[in-house]
């Protein structure tokens, strides 16, 4: 074996002892309890594991403790922008204490998210978070903490509950377009518990202020296409609509494309607002007004969360609201005319 040239096979901690000048049982001493070892010698070993390009084994270190220091996160669809933000929240609060996410998606269907988990839990995570619509059966057995990040249609029972205010999101959207004089204002929704509360916030915002809400795409899900379709659709119907919010970032697009499509201005003839300000949003391109669902700190929120609980299993799951903000930006303006 060379420091540069090809290795015939992977190094192992007896060539890191043997480079560094000290036992093997030190450099696995270094590796679980670096404290207990004089910097002399740390620096030998670790200094040794860098030229040889060692690293430790996982599996190897689950074994010797009972830890996995892992995460499990399930989601339902990849193409969700909110997964992103989510994902960094949750790692920025669990890797200064040495934990990884390992991630499974679901898809729709209960046996699906039934099966993420149950491979989740085959690698033994020390905690779990649901990003996905929960099945009844898929936390029967389960012994771990878990987390629900987000709206869901329900809650597993003894799982916590961590998410953006979503129906007060709903409702600045509708503020927002109402303080801009739109009276003629469409929504495009989708399933699921996300989705739900924003079409409720939105809904009860305008009916107090005598509006009736053009809603389009209940039942079907919140994609870009899913958000083309709902959008094409208001406009057709109600041509006099000035103003789309739509359920997520991703929905926005469609409905920019829709107005595009029927040479209708933005945000001249029609204003557009998202929700979850997604990368999608701050693009210079598009410079989307949406609603901030906070989604990084409810991801920091839900990965310290666990950490308590995998720390204090008698500490009880919670329920926490984390509030969204309103971030205007070029896709809204006041009605013309």
Not at 209 to 231: F, H, L, M
Not at 249 to 265: F, I
Request: with cysteine; aromatic share 4%; glycine share 10%.
């Amino acid at each position: 074996m060379t420091l540069n040239g090809p290795r015939t096979r992977r190094p192992t901690i007896y060539d890191v002892a043997k480079s560094a000048g000290v036992s093997p049982s030190l450099v696995s001493l270094v590796l679980q309890n670096p404290a207990r070892v004089s910097e002399k010698r740390r620096e030998a070993v670790r200094t040794a594991m860098a030229e040889l390009g060692y690293r430790p084994s996982r599996a190897a270190t689950t074994l010797a403790s009972s830890q996995t220091k892992s995460i499990g996160l399930v989601i339902d669809d990849f193409r969700n922008l909110w997964f992103v933000d989510l994902l960094r929240g949750m790692e920025s609060a669990l890797s200064p204490h040495g934990y990884q996410v390992t991630l499974a998606d679901s898809r729709p269907g209960e046996n699906r998210i039934t099966e993420a988990t149950d491979g989740l839990l085959s690698m033994h995570v020390e905690g779990l978070v649901i990003a996905a619509e929960p099945s009844e059966s898929m936390m029967a057995g389960t012994w771990v903490p878990a987390v629900v990040a987000g709206w869901r249609d329900g809650v597993p029972a003894g799982a916590g509950l961590i998410t953006n205010d979503d129906d007060a999101g709903g409702g600045m959207a509708a503020d927002h377009l109402l303080g801009l004089g739109h009276i003629s204002i469409g929504h495009l929704s989708g399933s699921g518990g996300a989705a739900s509360h924003r079409r409720e916030g939105f809904r009860s915002r305008l009916l107090e202020a005598g509006v009736e809400a053009r809603i389009a795409g209940e039942s079907q899900g919140t994609s870009e296409e899913d958000g083309y379709t709902a959008a094409c659709w208001i406009l057709d119907h109600h041509p006099d609509t000035t103003a789309l919010f739509a359920a997520n970032d991703a929905m926005a697009l469609g409905a920019l494309a829709a107005a595009k499509a029927r040479g209708l201005s933005v945000p001249a003839d029609l204003s557009v607002i998202g929700y979850d300000n997604s990368q999608l949003a701050k693009s210079r391109y598009l410079d989307l007004s949406s609603v901030d669902n906070r989604s990084d700190i409810v991801g920091a929120d839900v990965a310290n969360t666990l950490l308590a609980r995998i720390h204090d299993p008698t500490l009880e799951p919670q329920r926490k609201l984390i509030e969204p903000a309103l971030i205007v930006r070029g896709t809204t303006a006041r009605r013309s005319g």
